[in-house]
């Protein structure tokens, strides 16, 4: 995959859960691609910055404020727009989508991020595959015992959101997904609903026209 395709397909991996969540959620925003590789990182410009001290994606402007990380955002829009719902009602649940986002978003995903893997050189790949098949061999285990249809019982959850994407990740770095029947089974199931259709990085205004949909 080439330079110009990566960085689209990896600024949009980083967005997808906050245009999942959007998009669940029938919130109607103005989308600006951030090419993560072209011009050294267009997150590291002062323009960026000024949104996002940390210089990472995404960021989301609203209710005149500027949010950044995908499960603060999520967490918000859950807060001020509570339907549908993004987090279950009872306290047991709601602690199992939040263990489940988090075992995803803080011990797989930052581990083979952009900034990780180019500092990896030629094991860039294998190193992906190592950080994704050990977070996903403990998420098989969990997800054994909280699935109904989706990550947690039979509705979309905050946990969801962050699922896909991590798949995706995987697919992209080759790896082997046969020993995951519930990962696979779940995302199956989720990328047949039209949120997460349309959020896909195929999709995406910004996405190379030979990798469109």
């Known amino acids: 995959m080439g330079g110009r395709e990566a960085a689209a397909l990896e600024a949009q991996d980083e967005c997808r859960r906050r245009r999942q969540a959007l998009a669940l959620k029938g919130i109607a925003y103005d989308q600006v691609p951030v090419n993560l590789l072209k011009d050294g990182g267009q997150q590291f410009?002062?323009?960026?910055?000024?949104l996002n001290p940390m210089q990472q994606v995404p960021a989301l402007k609203i209710d005149g404020i500027t949010l950044s990380q995908s499960l603060a955002i999520i967490h918000y829009l859950e807060e001020t727009r509570p339907n549908p719902k993004l987090l279950p009602q009872g306290p047991k649940k709601r602690a199992q989508v939040r263990m489940i986002s988090d075992h995803i978003v803080s011990g797989i995903q930052p581990l083979q991020n952009l900034s990780i893997l180019q500092r990896m050189g030629e094991k860039k790949m294998e190193w992906a595959q190592q950080c994704i098949t050990s977070g996903?061999?403990?998420l098989e285990q969990i997800l054994q015992h909280t699935a109904g249809r989706y990550c947690v019982g039979d509705e979309v959850s905050m946990a969801d959101l962050c699922l896909v994407p991590q798949v995706f990740n995987a697919e992209r770095y080759k790896v082997d997904l046969s020993p995951y029947p519930t990962i696979t089974r779940i995302n199956?199931?989720?990328l047949e609903l039209e949120a997460f259709k349309a959020s896909h990085p195929s999709r995406q205004p910004d996405t190379p026209a030979e990798l469109r949909a």
């Open 188 to 190: 199956k199931a989720l």
């Open 136 to 138: 996903f061999q403990a």
């Open 45 to 50: 410009s002062a323009e960026f910055k000024a």
